[in-house]
C-alpha cells in the first residue's frame, strides 16, 4: 500500500505504542484520526507535532470498548477525512490476575477493549475499505497472548483471541484486497509497566531479553508501518520482543 494521502484511525492512538504509531504514519503521509480515552495536554502536543508535518489530524474522546463508540470512531473519521485506508486498534490495558482471582468486571471489560471493540471496528471499518479496492488492518496482541505468564490471566487470554482473530478475518477479507495482520509486544516502556520496579526491569534486561534492553514504543510503531504498507502479508502475527519468546530458559 502506497501510504501516502491515506487515511488512519488510530485507537489508543493518544499514548505509548498508539501515539508512537500515530507520528510514524504522518511522517510517511497518512492524514491520522487518534481515538482515545483521555484528553490533556500532551496529546494536544500530539496533535499539533502531527500537523506540523503537514498532515491532517483529528482527535477522538472515545472509549472503544463500548461498542457504540467503536462505531462511532470509524464513522467519524470518514466524515472528517473523506475515507479511511487503515485501522490500528491499540487501545488497550492491564487486566491482572489470576484465574481464581481476577474479579468477573476485570475479565469482561479485557474482553470488551481488546476483543469486542476489535469486533466492531472492523465491522465498522471493512465496506469503506472495500469500496476503496484496498485496506490494512492492524491489531496489537502481546507476547502474553503467545506464552503462558502467570498473574495476568485476563490479559493473556484477550491477546491470544486478538492473534486468531487476525488469521480469522485475513483470511475473510483477502479477496476484497483487505489485509489484517497484529503484532505482539514484549516489554515496551510505556505506563502500562509504570508499577514495575527498577531491580525487575534490570533483571529482564540482564536474564529475560536477549537484546538487553526494553522496547520503546516507536519499536512497536515501525513495526505496524510496516505491515500496513506491505502488500503481501496477511493473516501474520510480528513479535517485537527483543528476542524474549525466542529462550528456552
Not at 488512519?8 to 504509531?21: D, E, F, N, Q
Not at 489470576?98 to 475479565?107: A, C
Not at 471493512?126 to 491489531?139: F, K, N, S
Request: net charge negative.
Amino acid at each position: 500500500m502506497e501510504l501516502r494521502q491515506k487515511v488512519a484511525l488510530v485507537t489508543g492512538g493518544t499514548r505509548g505504542i498508539g501515539a508512537a504509531t500515530a507520528r510514524l504514519l504522518a511522517q510517511r503521509g497518512v492524514d491520522v484520526v487518534v481515538a482515545g480515552r483521555t484528553v490533556d495536554d500532551a496529546v494536544r502536543d500530539l496533535v499539533g507535532e502531527i500537523e506540523a508535518t503537514g498532515r491532517r489530524c483529528t482527535l477522538l474522546s472515545e472509549d472503544v470498548g463500548d461498542p457504540e463508540a467503536a462505531v462511532r470512531c470509524v464513522v467519524a473519521t470518514v466524515e472528517a477525512m473523506g475515507g479511511l485506508d487503515i485501522l490500528v486498534h491499540s487501545a488497550g490495558g492491564p487486566h491482572n490476575g489470576r484465574l481464581e482471582d481476577v474479579e468477573p468486571e476485570v475479565w469482561y471489560r479485557a474482553f470488551d477493549v481488546h476483543v469486542h471493540a476489535a469486533f466492531h471496528l472492523c465491522r465498522a471499518a471493512i465496506p469503506h475499505m472495500r469500496q476503496a479496492g484496498e485496506g490494512a488492518i492492524v491489531l496489537v496482541s502481546s507476547v502474553a497472548g503467545l506464552r503462558g505468564c502467570d498473574g495476568i490471566f485476563g490479559y493473556g487470554v484477550v491477546k491470544g483471541a486478538v492473534v486468531q482473530f487476525t488469521r480469522m478475518l485475513g483470511r475473510e477479507v483477502a479477496d476484497d484486497n483487505i489485509r489484517v495482520n497484529c503484532v505482539a509486544p514484549g516489554i515496551i516502556r510505556t505506563r502500562f509497566h509504570d508499577g514495575m520496579s527498577p531491580e525487575k526491569a534490570q533483571y529482564n534486561m540482564d536474564h529475560r531479553i536477549p537484546l538487553h534492553r526494553e522496547g520503546r514504543p516507536q519499536d512497536v510503531g515501525a513495526a505496524i508501518v510496516t505491515l500496513a504498507e506491505n502488500d503481501y502479508i496477511t493473516g501474520e502475527c510480528l513479535v517485537v520482543d527483543g528476542g524474549l519468546t525466542s529462550r528456552i530458559a
